[in-house]
């Protein structure tokens, strides 16, 4: 079982990212679904963070998910919210959506309800994406409450772009 | 000085606010900007809350708040995005666009950057309403650093939807 990231481990890792996109001069912009802005609220606890951040979706509905990003209802039907379809379809909506170079976006079940057989609770779907990079999806389990999982999706998606902007140099 | 506020007294503000609209069976939607995201993660760490949240914007540039709430540009370049105007407008066009019976604004200058003579760091504008409620919006001035005037301004906005929410019975 991973270890839930504390406050002060999560507020390092947004630093890094933060500081990586004021060296490039580039912004990001985030859709979170199970997250529910947890992800945003670390990228905007940051001083001047303006510079580098755009905009943030908490998209909590499949109505928002589709009016917001444009993910297609008939892939939210089929594939569901959880799933590669729908996180690399936020991606890209807000790429297209917003006028930034990064954007990463999350889709979970963060608990205690709404697991199932084959999506149980911690089940989390996470995108990144670029203007000049292709989308990347990982699938996730993470152990735990619904204040981990999410600790541990925030944590997920922000070691990813940290990556992203590390190799993108 | 007003204390700012702990993480549990702000849960418990968010607690109550959930219970109200889970018990009217009415749905709310978010737009922040200096807040950057720590209201609606307030409200999603309420396990269950898909049932009476929809989504949560955080507008942090005036692109977005022009793109994803209406605000006219007009109203940004004369007013300002941290004025009564531009509250107005998000709570407006947030109830417009998003299928929820109510819904709250904030604006404001977190600092420690940004700050001018007539709208110091603190200075924070909330706007709340609802389908059938009047949008009603309030000017503070808060005392701290940036996670303070975030804090109470996270504060301040949930107590107020607390109070319609109550009012409205």
Same mark, same amino acid.
């Given at each position: 079982?991973?270890?839930?990231?504390?406050?002060?481990?999560? +507020?390092?890792? =947004?630093?890094?990212?933060? /500081?990586?996109?004021?060296?490039?001069?580039?912004? &990001?912009?985030?859709? #979170?679904?199970?997250?529910?802005?947890?992800?945003?609220?670390?990228?905007?606890?940051?001083?001047?963070?303006?510079? @580098?951040? %755009?905009?943030?979706?908490?998209?909590?509905?499949?109505?928002?998910?589709? %009016?917001?990003?444009?993910?297609? =209802? #008939?892939?939210? +039907?089929?594939?569901?919210?959880?799933?590669? #379809?729908?996180? +690399? #379809?936020?991606?890209?909506?807000?790429?297209?959506? =917003?006028?930034?170079?990064?954007?990463?976006?999350?889709?979970?079940?963060?608990?205690?309800?709404?697991?199932?057989?084959?999506?149980?609770?911690?089940?989390? @779907? &996470?995108? @990144?994406?670029?203007?000049?990079?292709?989308?990347?999806?990982?699938?996730?389990?993470?152990?735990?409450?619904?204040?981990?999982?999410?600790?541990?999706?925030? /944590?997920?998606?922000?070691?990813?772009? %940290?990556?992203?902007?590390?190799?993108?140099?």
């Amino acid at each position: 079982m991973t270890a839930t990231p504390s406050d002060k481990s999560l +507020q390092t890792l =947004a630093c890094a990212v933060g /500081e990586r996109l004021l060296a490039r001069g580039q912004c &990001i912009a985030t859709a #979170e679904s199970c997250t529910g802005g947890l992800i945003v609220k670390l990228l905007t606890d940051i001083a001047g963070s303006s510079a @580098w951040f %755009e905009r943030g979706l908490v998209t909590y509905s499949n109505d928002a998910k589709h %009016e917001l990003l444009g993910v297609p =209802a #008939e892939t939210l +039907q089929r594939a569901g919210a959880v799933s590669a #379809e729908t996180v +690399q #379809e936020m991606v890209q909506g807000l790429l297209k959506a =917003a006028p930034v170079q990064w954007a990463v976006a999350v889709s979970g079940i963060a608990g205690p309800g709404g697991g199932s057989a084959d999506k149980p609770v911690g089940t989390v @779907w &996470i995108g @990144w994406g670029g203007t000049d990079a292709a989308v990347s999806v990982s699938r996730f389990l993470f152990d735990g409450d619904r204040d981990a999982v999410r600790r541990l999706s925030a /944590e997920a998606a922000l070691r990813g772009l %940290e990556g992203l902007l590390q190799a993108g140099q």
